[in-house]
């Protein structure tokens, strides 16, 4: 059973049909825990009731929660989202909140050193005291994924360029790609032209640029993978992008070929993208179904 540990932020989101737990890493989190993986979370929530709702909707997606800690003065993370008429969502991050504040134990560093994927995300060092957590964090790990999240104005460039020249992996989609490749300098316009120009900055072998509806394109060593994506109908884009992710680090730990990997994670992505919500269940069966249709 693969160990994957996550570090960032647990929130709630409180969409136009209700509140519903959320975060990239929890979201993440949630669909490896189904797929059969060992997930642990090093978060931060309020000592409030928002926190212990939060705490136990995470136990119950099977997400070790003991690296949660709790801040005696912030309160836990509330995200209003809105959905425009394509399903996109907007979102509006109260700051400061717990999870700006996580510290580093040697329990959560000891973790780290155990797992075999590490995952941190752009938000979540939006505050010096947590930035300061996953650096010291970090040099424990033996393989590092970078999840660009990116919501103005919570990041900053020099944050970005440091991160993704620490990680093994980045994951971004391709408006952040264009994004991060233009503040850097890049002359290019064209997608795979910014993933070569984004390798060769920051000295990452791998890239996975997801590309909503059209599929994703993965950069490994020079070589360049394409999957073009399923048509579903969507319900909302609330944590496509994460459920991708999770399907991706599913099939890579089990050194499937990249084109196999691209389908999988597609086929997760876009399942759940056809469902309200960012962790409804989905099957290996119904991923399976949709990667092989009859």
């Known amino acids: 059973m693969p160990k994957i540990t996550a570090f960032g932020e647990i929130l709630w989101d409180n969409l136009p049909t209700g509140k519903v737990l959320g975060g990239a890493p929890v979201n993440l989190l949630t669909h490896l825990a189904a797929l059969g993986a060992d997930c642990s979370v090093i978060s931060r929530c309020g000592n409030d009731a928002d ?5 136990e909707a995470i136990r119950r997606k099977h997400v070790a929660i003991d690296f949660i800690q709790t801040d005696p003065q912030l309160a836990t ?24 504040k996580i510290q580093a134990g040697e329990a959560a560093k000891t973790r780290v050193a155990q797992s075999d994927v590490f995952i941190f995300g752009s938000l ?11 650096a010291e964090l970090l040099p424990h790990a033996s393989f590092k994924i970078f999840d660009v999240n990116l919501r103005p104005p919570h990041y900053r460039l020099a944050d970005l360029r440091d991160m993704m020249r620490q990680a093994d992996f980045i994951k971004l989609n391709d408006d952040e790609l264009h994004e991060i490749a233009t503040a850097l300098g890049s002359p290019y316009r064209s997608i795979e032209q910014n993933i070569r120009f984004i390798a060769e900055h920051t000295h990452t072998r791998q890239i996975c640029v997801t590309l909503g509806k059209h599929g994703a394109l993965y950069f ?8 073009y994506g399923y048509r579903v109908t969507v319900a909302d884009t609330v944590g496509a992008g994460d459920s991708f992710l999770a399907g991706f680090i599913h099939q890579y730990l089990q050194r499937k070929p990249p084109q196999e990997i691209l389908a999988f994670a597609c086929a997760l992505g876009s399942l759940v993208a056809s469902r309200h919500g960012a962790t409804p269940e989905v099957s290996l069966t119904e991923i399976e179904a949709m990667m092989n249709p009859q």
């Open 51 to 55: 926190g212990a709702a939060l705490r």
């Open 77 to 100: 993370s509330q995200v209003l989202v809105q959905l425009n008429d394509e399903g996109c969502a907007h979102y509006d991050i109260v700051y400061p909140c717990a999870w700006d």
């Open 124 to 134: 979540s060092v939006r505050d010096a005291v947590s930035r300061q957590a996953l």
């Open 220 to 227: 490994c060593d020079g070589e360049l993978f394409a999957h």
